[in-house]
């Protein structure tokens, strides 16, 4: 078990842009704390020396020839926001 | 003749002598879904009108086999993948009302073989859970005993296959998703090679560890689906450059296992429950009366792989779900300025197991905790993709159960996450490894649950896969084909 304080859990929720309400806060505290305990046992499995496998295929990205093809339109790429206007998504204002 | 009991092949070939027609076929399970599904939930989403649509129009594709496999042959997707024109998911309130405007290329390929999408299937959240129970829509109950899970996270796919509402499915498996609900549900499933069937279109989860596969009631469909779906695909970067995979011979032409070196890695069974070890002892019997010769392996890394796992996926998985934001698609719930949006729309929109999987990546990946935890697990992983390395310089193929126990009861684990994740520590060290791996029925707990065991094989050896379970199907046929009564 590895105790989470309630402000490192506020602060990684702020990270990724989570509301939390306040009886999550405890249940993730007390829950992210026995997963973290349950992973240390990674130190005992000594492999502190190998490099790390990122992926399975280990292959450099393949390029592909630059030739155009049909893209999915501006109709399509705004199909699905929740608001749109004049072919642009509509945000709530950043700048005064 | 009850139309729902069959299998993709048996459909295609009553379909090319003319002894059915697509329409009745999917009419039949139109039928199927509306007397059963109401107790099991598998479907999301029902295509009644594309579905009777497409049916007609494969009338004229039935008798080309070549160019259409799958002709007139009723398919159901996991919810995972998008589907243009048909509603997506992913068991997510996030995509509640998401309509994609393109097919994922497993589905464009189903289509292209003459496919029928007779609709989409529930699942996890985001494919996170081994229950199904995750799921923004309800769980979904097994067909063999309504009171417990079907597995997860193809927890609707492994369903609807087991009670006769499709005759095949696609799910997605990261960590046992394809085989851990294969084997609650008493069917076929395949993880294929990482690689070997495009992720283009399949909701991000872990990329580096995702793959689509089949999940069918016998081997041969499992291995017509493989060809149609398998197969370079230059959309996604990590598709391996190779052909489709056809193994239709290999499965038709297998017999005996003469030859097969076959590692159990007994040290890793222990956890598992006593009726599974003693189902599982019964198939190395099995696979010994059928020539393969089974000798005990090595193994050590495999009890890390959960703890690998937990690291890895969520960390990928907070990276992925990044793009959620309600902008773009998908939920918004509106804040008092864009970053408050952001905050109230992934709060509300993300349920319980995909937040605390999206605080457990964000804080492994966070500045401090990055070499401790996801450097760590990236380099432990590495061990055991060297202890698969080396088991298969010696052998062909290794086997273990899928899942340490039958289907467990709906709410048994669910308050309880670190113990729901163990339940998938037989599965997950191939999707680490990124090793092709199939989950096959092998018999029944004295409750009526079934059990499975998977055999895993070297990277794209998913041919020695097919041939090992072909020959164990020939010589265990009452365990395959079964439609669950409900």
């Known amino acids: ?96 | 003749m009850d139309l729902y009991r069959l299998g993709a092949w048996q459909l295609r070939e009553l379909l090319k002598k003319r002894e059915v027609s697509p329409l009745e076929v999917v009419k039949a399970l139109l039928q199927r879904i509306k007397e059963k599904d109401g107790r099991i939930n598998a479907f999301l989403t029902v295509d009644e009108e594309g579905a009777l649509e497409q049916a007609r129009r494969s009338e004229a594709l039935i008798q080309d086999v070549e160019q259409y496999p799958l002709a007139g042959v009723p398919v159901g997707i996991k919810d995972v993948l998008v589907t243009w024109g048909l509603r997506t998911t992913a068991g997510s309130r996030m995509l509640e009302n998401f309509v994609p405007p393109y097919d994922a290329t497993a589905v464009k390929r189903l289509k292209e073989a003459g496919a029928i999408i007779i609709g989409k299937l529930n699942m996890d959240e985001f494919a996170m859970g081994s229950s199904n129970e995750n799921s923004a829509f309800g769980p979904v109950h097994n067909p063999y005993d309504l009171q417990r899970v079907p597995g997860g996270s193809s927890g609707g796919s492994a369903a609807a296959v087991a009670a006769g509402l499709v005759p095949v499915a696609l799910g997605s498996d990261t960590g046992g998703s394809i085989r851990q609900p294969a084997a609650f549900c008493g069917i076929v499933g395949l993880k294929p090679t990482y690689g070997r069937v495009s992720r283009f279109g399949l909701i991000a989860f872990a990329s580096s560890l995702d793959q689509v596969g089949p999940m069918t009631r016998n081997v041969r469909d499992a291995a017509l689906l493989y060809r149609v779906i398998s197969g370079h695909d230059p959309a996604d970067s990590t598709s391996a450059q190779l052909p489709p995979h056809d193994v239709l011979d290999v499965v038709e032409n297998s017999q005996s296992l003469k030859g097969l070196k076959i590692a159990v890695p007994w040290k890793e069974l222990e956890g598992a429950d006593e009726i599974v070890k003693d189902r599982f002892e019964r198939v190395v019997e099995t696979l010994r009366s059928l020539g393969a010769e089974v000798g005990e392996v090595e193994m050590p890394s495999f009890r890390y792989a959960v703890a690998v796992y937990y690291i890895i996926a969520p960390s990928e998985a907070s990276s992925n779900l990044a793009r959620y934001d309600g902008v773009k698609y998908g939920l918004r719930i509106e804040g008092e300025d864009l970053v408050d949006t952001y905050f109230k729309t992934r709060g509300r929109g993300f349920g319980r197991e995909v937040k605390r999987r999206i605080m457990l990546g964000t804080y492994a990946l966070s500045a401090g905790y990055y070499d401790a935890y996801y450097l760590k697990a990236q380099r432990v992983r590495t061990l055991i993709k060297q202890d698969f390395e080396n088991v298969f310089a010696e052998h062909d193929l290794v086997i273990m159960p899928t899942s340490p126990t039958p289907a467990f009861k709906i709410g048994e684990k669910i308050q309880d996450p670190l113990t729901m994740y163990l339940n998938d520590i037989f599965t997950i060290p191939a999707n680490l490894a990124g090793v092709p791996a199939i989950s096959l029925p092998c018999g029944f707990s004295p409750e009526g649950l079934p059990v499975g065991f998977q055999f895993m094989g070297p990277l794209f050896k998913e041919d020695v896969l097919f041939a090992a379970a072909a020959a164990y199907e020939k010589a265990r046929g009452e365990y395959f084909n079964r439609v669950a009564e409900i």
């Open chain 1, 1 to 96: 078990m590895k105790e989470l304080s309630r402000e490192e859990v506020l602060k990684i929720a702020r990270l990724a842009r989570l509301e939390l309400e306040d009886k999550e806060i405890e249940t993730l505290r007390r829950e992210l704390g026995a997963i973290l305990g349950y992973v240390a046992r990674l130190g005992e499995a000594g492999a502190d020396n190998l490099d790390p496998t990122f992926q399975t295929l280990a292959k450099p990205t393949p390029m592909r020839e630059d030739e155009p093809d049909e893209p999915l339109g501006a109709d399509g790429v705004l199909a699905n926001a929740p608001r749109k206007k004049d072919g642009f998504f509509v945000v709530p204002k950043v700048i005064e």
